[in-house]
């Protein structure tokens, strides 16, 4: 298939003893929300930080457009179209928000000392971080320091961050979570029009409604192992996950 | 204004450019360095050398000074601006060591009779003395504001920004960590060459005592004092810490008692210096709507 757009290999990803990420393999296509669930500590973060260059997988591949990038640090998978948000939230706090998403819409810049060069605070890079910020709605708080913003504030700067890289692939790590139920229904608006421009959505999310209304289709993580994949209806009445999420008394999110 | 007063505000000029240099390093990429008078060193010998054995004269010296200053920085910040901040700040030190070593021992530097005949510098024919070598410096330290401010307002230089606040997320953001750590430490060691060869044509004589670790100690002092990360804190820092052991004689004896008390008092109570966000004299003198967090 060729719009395949991400593949992972058998990767795992080990802390001393533990296997955070052990031996997962999925792929996911173009224009494709692929939603990625298990209980705490299932490995869904690390799953992130592995396809996005933070750690390098212990065993595996992990392939983007044919590119084997298993290894690559986190600027390199930034400029191959991976965009991602921090669930535990990263502002460049002394800065402003709108500054923050400058920073992002610099990454062309960076490939070379020479093109960092030019001017980052021009009227275009000004008004192109406001609109995203109107687009998740905080284009009221631009001048704000971004590090004083409550959090569910900070989460949609994140994603503002995310959506200016202009991503082939984009991560969202809990970013629903902490916010009032309009503000998470505009964000699942956005995702989706996103997604209508062909960019695809790996969505970590521990709020089962969105996580099933939004995702095409769900991986499920415990302990590490992949433990489930198919579509919403297949994972809601799929026993092993209902077990998974039931033994951590997780199953009120479900409900 | 007598020699004496000119002579003393000369050295600050100098100072202020060194001092812009470490804020580039400390202030904009937030890499801690107390190391940087190695490098202002590093210029002053450097032109030492060029103008008394290598026969040039103090211009056509001085762009090999930077460059040579500059590179030496490349060279040694590629493996310490990868480690982790405590180890970067024992390694700047060593380097400091290091390199104050090497003018003290090696006969070529002049072991510890240090370098002199140093020529003066002329321009348009007459020689730089007094007050013309202080506008000299001054036109330098205005170069280096300038250089200073054009680069807080580069992409490169918002990029350094961000991996001093948050260094994952800004490498998530296409900002390859060492390359913009290394540029920042390339330009503030440049600046600190700029500095020690303005030192070595007015002193006519250096050796290498002038450029230890104290002296880094109090550069550090005089950013942190100004403001980290401020264009102007550098330069007032280097003021304040230059007037002050002039207008109170008795300071001189315990300058670096001063500098060290000033930079712990400075972090403990005002961690943003004199002309940073949120101190005293901003809030006193704030001139509404103008965001300078980027200045
Ligand atoms: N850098 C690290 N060093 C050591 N252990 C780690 C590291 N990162 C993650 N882990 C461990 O790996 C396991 C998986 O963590 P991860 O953050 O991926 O889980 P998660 O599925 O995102 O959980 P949550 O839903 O709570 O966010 C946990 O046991 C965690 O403690
Ligand atoms: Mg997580």
Redesign the pocket.
């Known amino acids: 298939m060729n719009d395949l757009l991400l593949r992972l290999e058998g990767v795992s990803r080990h802390f001393g003893g533990l296997k955070a990420v052990d031996d997962v393999s999925f792929s996911l296509t173009r224009g494709e929300i692929l939603g990625l669930i298990g209980p705490?500590g299932a490995g869904?973060?690390t799953c992130?930080n592995l396809i996005s260059g933070v750690y390098a997988p212990t065993k595996g591949d992990i392939v983007l457009e044919g590119v084997s990038t298993a290894g690559f640090p986190p600027y390199r998978m930034a400029a191959l179209g991976v965009g991602r948000t921090f669930?535990v939230v990263k502002p460049f706090s002394t800065l402003s928000v709108l500054n923050n998403v400058q920073v992002a819409l610099g990454l062309k810049r960076y490939g070379g000392v020479l093109s960092s060069l030019g001017p980052w605070d021009t009227k275009a890079s000004r008004k192109e971080a406001l609109e995203i910020l109107e687009e998740v709605g905080i284009g009221h708080l631009a001048a704000s320091p971004s590090g004083q913003l409550p959090l569910g504030n900070q989460r949609r700067l994140e994603l503002a961050r995310a959506l200016a890289l202009k991503p082939k692939l984009l991560l969202l790590?809990?970013t629903f979570s902490g916010l009032r139920h309009e503000e998470a229904a505009l964000l699942s608006k956005l995702v989706l029009g996103v997604r209508a421009r062909g960019i695809s959505v790996l969505l970590?999310e521990h709020n089962m409604k969105v996580a099933m209304g939004l995702s095409d289709r769900l991986v499920v993580l415990d302990h590490g192992r992949l433990l489930a994949e198919g579509k919403p209806e297949e994972i809601r009445s799929d026993p092993r996950v209902v077990e998974a999420y039931l033994g951590k008394g997780a199953s009120a999110h479900a409900s | 204004m007598n020699d004496y007063s000119i002579t003393i505000l000369t050295f600050i000029a100098i100072q202020a450019i060194v001092a812009c240099g470490l804020n580039v390093i400390v202030g904009y990429a937030g890499q801690i360095s107390l190391g940087h008078a190695a490098f202002f060193g590093i210029g002053a010998y450097a032109s030492a050398l060029l103008t008394t054995k290598g026969g040039l004269t103090f211009w056509t010296a001085l762009p090999l000074v930077i460059l040579l200053t500059g590179a030496i920085g490349l060279v040694l910040g590629m493996p310490s601006l990868r480690l982790r901040e405590d180890f970067l700040a024992v390694t700047t030190i060593g380097i400091n060591f290091i390199v104050e070593s090497v003018f003290l021992y090696v006969p070529f530097f002049g072991g510890a009779l240090g370098l002199g005949g140093i020529p003066s510098i002329t321009l348009l024919g007459t020689r730089l003395r007094g007050p013309n070598f202080l506008y000299l410096c001054l036109v330098f330290l205005a170069a280096v504001l300038f250089i200073s401010r054009r680069f807080t307002r580069s992409w490169g230089g918002l990029a350094c920004f961000a991996l001093r606040e948050e260094e994952t997320a800004a490498s998530s953001m296409g900002v390859s960590p060492i390359r913009f750590k290394l540029l920042a430490f390339v330009l503030g060691t440049a600046m600190a060459g700029l500095g020690g060869a303005l030192y070595a044509h007015l002193m006519r004589f250096i050796s290498a005592t002038d450029f230890g670790f104290t002296l880094s100690v109090s550069m550090m002092s005089m950013v942190v004092l100004g403001g980290i990360g401020t264009l102007w804190g550098p330069v007032l820092g280097a003021l304040i810490l230059g007037v002050l052991p002039e207008v109170f004689r008795p300071l001189i004896d315990y300058r670096m008692l001063l500098n060290a008390a000033i930079l712990l008092l400075m972090i403990r109570f005002q961690p943003a210096g004199l002309l940073g966000e949120g101190s005293l004299l901003r809030r006193l003198f704030r001139r509404p709507g103008r965001d300078s967090a980027h200045e």
């Open positions: 705490n869904k973060t992130f669930q790590d809990e970590i």
